[in-house]
Structures are given as structure tokens and as C-alpha cells.
């Protein structure tokens, strides 16, 4: 049975299924469509099935180049699926939105051309050891040299309010992979963000990321996913699902942020997962802030009851690291350590300490 699914609910869009179009009372617009799709059906829509998302981003990048803003106004999308979402998140709900809303611009492009065209790469930030060795990088997304310089979380914002967030988290999770088989060598850790939100079917969405590694020459140990910060927690059953489908694949996980208000330590304790890590919020001045300080500690108690490997983001000062490094926190990531680049940079700090098991 097929369902509708509009987007007021910023439900992600699925692989396949069925589009369907409408022009009421603009003649322009439904010409426009005809001449890209071919004549409408009975009811006077469009209907067109697609079987990869590759396949609808080059639709509605087709129809975006051919509609005016003002047609994007008049036309209307409304998608159907063959099976229900498997998230309470995605829920689905009946009707028609407009083109303009699907085919939102994002600086000089529109969100779903940055996705087709894969408008943006990877950048490697290191994560060290108390000694400043570097046991892997988190891969960053970052836009192309000659492209304008965008926020990569506005541009996931921007890609959710249209439906489109599960297909740039593929493309951006398939670009830190390339970059990494270029870049990387086997035994270092490779973390990559993703929004749980977008795997609407853990067992099928995450397949293709696998056979990406396994044709990349890489092994999925080496890899680390990472719940981003931007996602609600609420839906835990989901999450689980999730980080069952990685753990098959013998991939590690973390959660990224832990401490804000979305990501709490409760969560942390029922999905145990290989890293934690502590919020830039936390770490900042953690040198000379008592709540910090005991917000640290409580973390690594906790992540202590299942061998979690805590992990502080944010350093920047020689004095939190210190902190840190008394405090017991085996890892770190900062601008202390190496900022983003599109290569592997030399880590310039280093101090003797000893090493931890990762």
C-alpha cells in the first residue's frame, strides 16, 4: 500500500518511490512540465516513479532550471512510498507542498544541486593522544576551493526544511569515505558524523556506506560514526536500531556533543557506545570552572560502567589540556592539536604522557 508523504514534518525523503506534480490554474508551469515530463495523467498530475535518489535529484534539478521562481510558487510536489517509516520521527503525513519549499536556495545554489553536484568535500581535523599523537581525524564537511564558504549546519538546516537531509548525509558520509581511502592509512581511526534522523531503514540505508568502505580497500574497524549534535535523542529505539546495523558491520560508535541538551548522559548509558564525547561547552575553561569540572568527572564515571572512551572536543588552551589529562580523559580534539585541512597536517603539540588503548 503506498503512503503519502508531504514535508511539514521534515520526514526524510526515501531511495525510491513516487513523485507526483501538479500546476493548478498556470498554464506556463504545467507547458514547463510537460515538456520535461510528458503529458499529465487522468487527474491532471504528473506522476513519475524513481528507483534511485540519484534519479530524483536530477529531476528536481532539471525542474528547477526550467520553472520560474513564480511557477515554483504555483507547482506542487507530493511523494508516495511503498513501506511506512520506521522512525516515530518520520512520521507521514497526507498533501501537496510547494516546488519553492523543495527547491529552496542555499547562498548562489539551490540546496539540491549541492547535493547533486556534490558542491563540497572533506576536511581532517585530528584527534590525539595525551602525548599529541594523532590516533585519527574527524572528517569535516567543507564546500569545493571554488566555491562560496557556507556553514555546513545551515546547509543541513536548509536541506531538512526541504525534505533532502537524508541524501546529503549519504553524499557527505560517501565523500568522508573517499577522502579517507585517499588519505588516511589502515589502523587510523576515521570518524564520520551522521544524522540518525535520515536512516530511515538501518539494514538498507547503511548498506550502501558499507560497501563503499569495502570497495574503498578499508577495514569498517577503522571507522567510527558519530551522532551529531544537532539531532534529538527522544527516539532511542530507533538509535539502538542504528547503531545495531554499524555494529554488524563492525563499525564503531560514538556520540558526538554529549552534555548538551539534546544529547543526555541517560541516553549515553542505554546505547553505550565506544566514544564519548565532551562538548566544546564543557571544555572551554574547564581549567578554572568547578561545574565543568564536575560534569567531566560525572562523564568519565559513567562511560567507566561500559569502557567508554571519553573524548574532549574544543581544546584550544595548553591549560584545559593539562586539566583534561589529570582529570583522565585519554583523547583530544582542537585547535591546539590541528585545525580542519584537506589533508593530514603534523600535530605540533606534544608532551610525554602515557598511552591509552583506542
Known amino acids: 500500500?503506498?503512503?503519502?508523504?508531504?514535508?511539514?514534518?521534515?520526514?526524510?525523503?526515501?531511495?525510491?518511490?513516487?513523485?507526483?506534480?501538479?500546476?493548478?490554474?498556470?498554464?506556463?508551469?504545467?507547458?514547463?512540465?510537460?515538456?520535461?515530463?510528458?503529458?499529465?495523467?487522468?487527474?491532471?498530475?504528473?506522476?513519475?516513479?524513481?528507483?534511485?535518489?540519484?534519479?530524483?535529484?536530477?529531476?528536481?534539478?532539471?525542474?528547477?532550471?526550467?520553472?520560474?521562481?513564480?511557477q515554483k510558487q504555483s507547482v506542487q510536489f507530493r511523494f508516495f512510498f511503498e513501506e511506512p517509516a520506521a522512525s516515530a520521527d518520520q512520521d507521514e503525513s497526507d498533501g501537496w507542498v510547494q516546488a519553492a519549499r523543495l527547491l529552496t536556495g542555499f547562498g548562489s545554489h539551490r540546496v539540491v544541486d549541492y547535493i547533486a553536484n556534490r558542491r563540497f568535500s572533506s576536511y581532517m581535523q585530528p584527534i590525539v593522544q595525551l602525548s599529541g599523537t594523532p590516533i585519527g581525524y574527524?572528517?569535516?564537511?567543507?564546500?569545493?576551493?571554488?566555491?562560496?564558504?557556507?556553514?555546513?549546519?545551515?546547509?543541513?538546516?536548509?536541506?531538512?526544511?526541504?525534505?533532502?537531509?537524508?541524501?546529503?548525509?549519504?553524499?557527505?558520509?560517501?565523500?568522508?569515505?573517499?577522502?579517507?581511502?585517499?588519505?588516511?592509512?589502515?589502523?587510523?581511526?576515521?570518524?564520520?558524523?551522521?544524522?540518525?534522523?535520515?536512516?530511515?531503514?538501518?539494514?538498507?540505508?547503511?548498506?550502501?556506506?558499507?560497501?563503499?568502505?569495502?570497495?574503498?580497500?578499508?577495514?569498517?574497524?577503522?571507522?567510527?560514526?558519530?551522532?551529531?549534535?544537532?539531532?534529538?535523542l527522544d527516539d532511542v529505539k530507533h538509535l539502538n536500531k542504528v547503531f545495531a546495523a554499524y555494529r554488524n558491520m563492525g563499525i564503531r560508535l560514538a556520540m558526538d556533543d554529549l552534555g548538551d541538551e539534546f544529547a543526555t548522559v541517560d541516553a549515553m548509558e542505554q546505547l553505550q557506545p565506544d566514544y564519548i564525547k565532551l562538548d566544546r561547552k564543557w571544555?572551554?575553561?574547564?581549567?578554572?570552572?568547578?561545574?565543568?569540572?564536575?560534569?567531566?568527572?560525572?562523564?568519565?564515571?559513567?562511560?567507566s560502567r561500559f569502557h567508554g572512551v571519553v573524548l574532549a572536543e574544543g581544546v584550544e588552551r595548553e591549560e584545559e589540556w593539562r586539566y583534561l589529562r589529570e582529570a583522565g580523559v585519554p583523547l583530544m580534539q582542537g585547535?591546539?592539536?590541528?585545525?580542519?585541512?584537506?589533508?593530514?597536517?603534523?600535530?605540533?603539540?606534544e608532551r610525554t604522557a602515557s598511552i591509552v588503548s583506542v
Not at 506534480?21 to 504528473?46: Q, V
Not at 585547535?335 to 603539540?349: A, E, K, N
Open 1 to 70: 500500500m503506498l503512503s503519502s508523504q508531504a514535508l511539514e514534518r521534515q520526514a526524510p525523503l526515501r531511495d525510491s518511490g513516487y513523485v507526483e506534480f501538479r500546476a493548478d490554474r498556470d498554464a506556463g508551469a504545467a507547458r514547463t512540465l510537460t515538456e520535461l515530463l510528458g503529458p499529465p495523467g487522468k487527474e491532471g498530475y504528473w506522476s513519475v516513479r524513481y528507483d534511485h535518489y540519484q534519479q530524483l535529484l536530477q529531476m528536481l534539478n532539471a525542474a528547477d532550471r526550467k520553472l520560474t521562481d513564480a
Open 138 to 232: 574527524e572528517m569535516l564537511l567543507r564546500p569545493l576551493p571554488e566555491q562560496p564558504p557556507f556553514r555546513p549546519s545551515e546547509l543541513f538546516e536548509a536541506a531538512r526544511e526541504a525534505g533532502l537531509h537524508s541524501f546529503l548525509d549519504r553524499e557527505a558520509r560517501n565523500s568522508a569515505i573517499r577522502v579517507a581511502s585517499r588519505q588516511l592509512p589502515a589502523g587510523v581511526k576515521k570518524f564520520i558524523n551522521f544524522l540518525p534522523s535520515s536512516i530511515y531503514r538501518p539494514d538498507q540505508c547503511l548498506q550502501q556506506t558499507f560497501e563503499r568502505i569495502i570497495m574503498s580497500g578499508m577495514d569498517p574497524a577503522d571507522f567510527v560514526f558519530e551522532v551529531v549534535e544537532t539531532e534529538r
Open 283 to 303: 571544555v572551554t575553561g574547564c581549567d578554572v570552572d568547578a561545574d565543568k569540572q564536575r560534569r567531566i568527572e560525572n562523564v568519565l564515571e559513567r562511560a
Open 335 to 349: 585547535y591546539l592539536f590541528g585545525r580542519p585541512s584537506p589533508v593530514p597536517m603534523p600535530v605540533r603539540f
